[in-house]
């Protein structure tokens, strides 16, 4: 079945710690995103990539990094520098095109504990 | 700059209910309109889109939507309520420019349904 999976589900991290979560779609999407979930906050973008090597800030990139080397794949760090980084961090992909639905992996939640 | 709104964080609705969550949005080009739905710890699930062309837009589980530019709203309705819409649902809109594909979300109303 084709689709985004986001690893892990669930990931405990200790403060000044780098983390990075795992994102992998297989639709063949050129787009790839990533957003960040707090409660009662919506969807905030952190990054994207329209191509393969490269990507764009969205609205709250400071303290993650991202990196774009295959197509089918787009790691979020997040790094010690990242002021509140315990939330729910949600990949997404789609096809080139304003008018393309974005297809959303299950979610990892990170707690920094 | 674009931007979502969405009126009401939180909707309570009686099983066969009709089903309103009301969504404004701003843009400075001629927007691309999602609606999604999120069960709890889940990934989102798009509902339905707008594009272009008719602006009733019809999407999965009964939902529909109309766009109303002059309203700039998109307004999501389902006639009959049913327990498992319970979820929280998401207006988002295309950022357009650059930025291409990726969304603007409004913050999200989350809907109730009781028996």
Excluded at chain 2, 2 to 20: C, D, I, K, P, R
């Amino acid at each position: 079945d084709g689709g985004i999976t986001q690893s892990p589900k669930y990931l405990f991290r200790k403060e000044g710690q780098n983390v990075t979560l795992s994102c992998e779609q297989n639709l063949n999407h050129d787009a790839m995103y990533w957003y960040r979930q707090d409660p009662g906050q919506g969807l905030r973008l952190i990054y994207y990539s329209q191509i393969v090597n490269d990507f764009q800030k969205g609205d709250i990139a400071e303290g993650y990094s991202v990196s774009r080397e295959k197509k089918e794949s787009f790691p979020l760090t997040v790094t010690s520098a990242q002021k509140n980084p315990t939330a729910f961090y949600l990949c997404a992909s789609s096809r080139a095109g304003g008018g393309n639905e974005q297809f959303f992996g299950p979610g990892t939640r990170l707690t920094v504990l | 700059a674009q931007s979502v709104t969405q009126l009401g964080s939180h909707v309570s609705v009686s099983e066969g209910a009709l089903v309103l969550l009301r969504c404004n949005y701003s843009s400075s080009v001629p927007p691309y309109l999602f609606w999604y739905v999120q069960y709890p710890n889940q990934g989102l699930q798009l509902l339905l889109k707008y594009t272009t062309g008719a602006t009733l837009v019809k999407g999965i589980n009964g939902f529909e939507a109309e766009f109303k530019k002059s309203e700039t709203s998109f307004h999501l309705t389902k006639p009959s309520a049913h327990m498992s819409d319970a979820a929280e649902y998401f207006c988002a809109v295309t950022r357009g420019g650059q930025a291409g594909t990726a969304l603007i979300f409004g913050k999200g109303t989350t809907l109730s349904v009781s028996s």
